[in-house]
């Protein structure tokens, strides 16, 4: 008789689905009081502050703090050689040549540095540049003077320095191969580097253009960098560049 009386009674109280159904009505009230509290202006407000700002205009390739890094980086590169490179680069002929003389004062393969390893595979965009109304081919004394100067303040000093070839090329190759030569110009013409220049580049032009030593200056134990030998590479004339 207990059996079928608990027949009985489970009958007569099956499992209600209304009930679940009330329970899901209740999470579903829930989930929309608590949208209705991000709605209100404190909310909103709240999103908005919180969310990561991004400015309008396309995405650049390289960032700046890389693209200064870059280019910081060619700046010391190319001033510890320019002496011997200025000449050279200025008579070049071809994006081979250009390759030859980079390859010349490069570091061997397994200890170059990234800005290396970007420009060395990358010398037509800086031929181009040797020969583009950009670069500035005479620099007028006073800039000279002025980038050489070490008495001036930060900010003078970096616009004189900032006209010196060995920066006009870092400048412009800083962002190839990422982005062209003369986008990379723009953004980094527009942030001069704070980089000291390069001993060897200061000698030398005080004594291309007769200006005198800085006074106080130690040179005792300095060292100057040597370059490769150039390996022959011919050019559209069939003439060759000298080591």
């Known amino acids: 008789m207990g059996t079928d009386t608990r027949k009985e009674n489970s009958a007569e109280h099956p499992e209600n689905p209304v009930s679940k159904l009330e329970a899901r ?78 390859e010349a004062v490069s570091e061997e393969p397994d200890l170059r540095r990234d800005w290396q390893k970007r420009l060395l595979p990358n010398p037509k965009p800086l031929f181009d540049f040797l020969f583009h109304e950009r670069f500035r081919k005479t620099l007028p004394m006073t800039t000279l003077k002025d980038a050489l100067d070490g008495t001036l303040d930060d900010r003078k000093w970096r616009r004189a320095a900032n006209q010196l070839p060995t920066r006009q090329i870092a400048n412009a190759m800083a962002g190839v191969p990422d982005v062209s030569w003369r986008r990379s110009l723009d953004r980094c013409s527009a942030h001069p580097s704070a980089v000291h220049i390069a001993l060897n580049m200061d000698l030398y032009y005080r004594e291309v253009y007769g200006l005198p030593i800085r006074s106080k200056r130690d040179l005792t134990g300095l060292t100057s960098p040597l370059p490769k030998p150039i390996k022959p590479v011919a050019n559209g004339s069939n003439g060759k560049i000298g080591s």
């Open 25 to 102: 009505v209740a999470q579903l009230e829930e989930d929309v009081a608590s949208l209705k509290r991000l709605a209100e202006p404190r909310g909103l407000n709240w999103l908005l502050f919180n969310h990561k700002k991004v400015k309008p205009g396309a995405r650049e390739k390289v960032e700046d703090e890389d693209l200064f890094r870059y280019r910081d980086g060619l700046i010391r590169w190319l001033e510890a050689y320019w002496p011997w490179m200025e000449n050279r680069l200025r008579e070049v002929e071809t994006a081979e040549q250009v390759g030859a003389i980079l």
